[in-house]
């Protein structure tokens, strides 16, 4: 089934796809590899606040190239999903409802999925420069110092994603 949803998503949205699902996502999510992913778990040891309200969110697990003159972004494709692994079921019990990667995720992640009633899309590896046309503003919101591995806030239309693990357990890997 094809979808077109405005994001952050309600709960129970979240709730209601399916693997399988194509997903036209338009609205606001963040960016974080891994060592934005390090330093929010550093955070979290301290007891320090996430950089961001993390409730509700969705994390594309990207790092973009520099954007050419007049472009809001450079290339942004997915990277690997399993390189978060030890930090998102911390994050999904947080709160956070959806992640955008590619590959196969730890028994671990999918278990917090399940529980967290979340979702795990994937958006298509090498297709980074198609995938940026979707983006239509960039902003860093927190760790500048790592560069392309910061935080940012996307402002997306009609970015396409696939539901590969649902919260009812299904996944396509």
Do not use: W
């Not at 079921?89 to 409802?97: A, F, I, S």
């Not at 995720?105 to 046309?133: H, M």
């Not at 503003?137 to 009609?158: H, M, P």
């Amino acid at each position: 089934m094809t979808k077109n949803l405005n994001v952050p998503l309600k709960k129970e949205e979240y709730a209601e796809l399916r693997a399988g699902d194509y997903v036209y996502l338009t609205g606001t999510i963040y960016t974080a590899r891994d060592a934005a992913h390090k330093r929010m778990q550093e955070c979290l040891d301290k007891g320090e606040a996430l950089p961001f309200n993390i409730e509700n969110q969705i994390i594309y697990y990207m790092g973009p190239s520099p954007a050419r003159d007049g472009k809001v972004i450079g290339s942004a494709g997915p990277t690997t999903a399993g390189r978060m692994d030890r930090y998102t079921p911390k994050l999904l019990d947080l709160g956070l409802k959806g992640m955008i990667g590619k590959g196969k995720r730890t028994r671990e992640v999918y278990d917090a999925i399940i529980r967290n009633k979340a979702v795990y899309f994937a958006a298509v590896g090498g297709a980074g420069a198609l995938l940026s046309k979707s983006i239509v503003k960039s902003k860093v919101v927190a760790y500048d110092d790592l560069g392309t591995e910061a935080i940012r806030k996307l402002e997306v239309e009609n970015f396409p994603v696939i539901v590969v693990a649902d919260a009812e357990g299904n996944s396509l890997y």
